[in-house]
T-cell receptor
Framework: EAGVTQSPTHLIKTRGQQATLRCSPISGHTSVYWYQQALGLGLQFLLWYDEGEERNRGNFPPRFSGRQFPNYSSELNVNALELEDSALYLC????????????FGPGTRLTVL | GENVEQHPSTLSVQEGDSAVIKCTYS??????FPWYKQELGKRPQLIID?????GEKKDQRIAVTLNKTAKHFSLHITETQPEDSAVYFCAASKDSGYSTLTFGKGTMLLVSP
């Protein structure tokens, strides 16, 4: 069984640009979570999608947005990039509900210059 | 919202010693507490979890204890080995609405041979 996959592995952008990150969940999982992992700050929850709907959102500005497609894959968009957006962005998937184990992808390393 | 505090931020032990990582949470309604291990350059992986209807759970050299009255839970690793070296994250969530996992900031465990 394939695990959670993310693309691209690395992404380099300049300040003010937009970034799009992609995630494919484990087959059969309907929930996709996005986290930001910046150095020393642990895992900061960004967004949770389930069955195509946004279920919850972390304490991030509106320029962080995303969506979930009918095949349950997901996209995270970050507009008007700022230097402090540089981080590892992790996607996780699970069966419906936060009490199910979350399986993480390898992450996308976003660098904003 | 939920707030999870994790201590210590770094922990160095000798191989064979025990290691204890402690977390406190703020929301008394939280009832699911997983622990994730993230090795350098790799994705976080669930190593053990506990739900509020039990006070302790063991899996070989790893155990987690939960004190709901005091709102804290701990990870215990016995007979540590160099391969236990990693960053460990605790998390908490509650089974209501669209609650999500709130992670602690992580503990870097270094096990010296």
């Amino acid at each position: 069984e394939a695990g959670v996959t993310q693309s691209p592995t690395h992404l380099i952008k300049t300040r003010g640009q937009q970034a799009t990150l992609r995630c494919s969940p484990i087959s059969g999982h309907t929930s996709v979570y996005w986290y930001q992992q910046a150095l020393g700050l642990g895992l900061q929850f960004l967004l949770w999608y389930d069955e195509g709907e946004e279920r919850n959102r972390g304490n991030f500005p509106p320029r962080f947005s995303g969506r979930q497609f009918p095949n349950y894959s997901s996209e995270l968009n970050v507009n008007a990039l700022e230097l402090e957006d540089s981080a590892l962005y992790l996607c996780a998937s699970s069966g419906t509900g936060s009490h199910n184990e979350q399986f993480f992808g390898p992450g996308t390393r976003l660098t904003v210059l | 919202g939920e707030n999870v505090e994790q201590h210590p931020s770094t922990l160095s032990v000798q191989e064979g010693d025990s290691a204890v990582i402690k977390c406190t949470y703020s929301d008394s309604a939280s009832n699911y507490f997983p622990w994730y291990k993230q090795e350098l350059g790799k994705r976080p992986q669930l190593i053990i979890d506990i739900r509020s209807n039990v006070g302790e759970k063991k899996d070989q050299r790893i155990a987690v204890t939960l004190n709901k009255t005091a709102k804290h839970f701990s990870l215990h690793i016995t007979e540590t080995q160099p391969e236990d070296s990693a960053v460990y994250f605790c998390a908490a969530s509650k089974d209501s609405g669209y609650s999500t996992l709130t992670f602690g900031k992580g503990t870097m465990l270094l096990v010296s041979p």
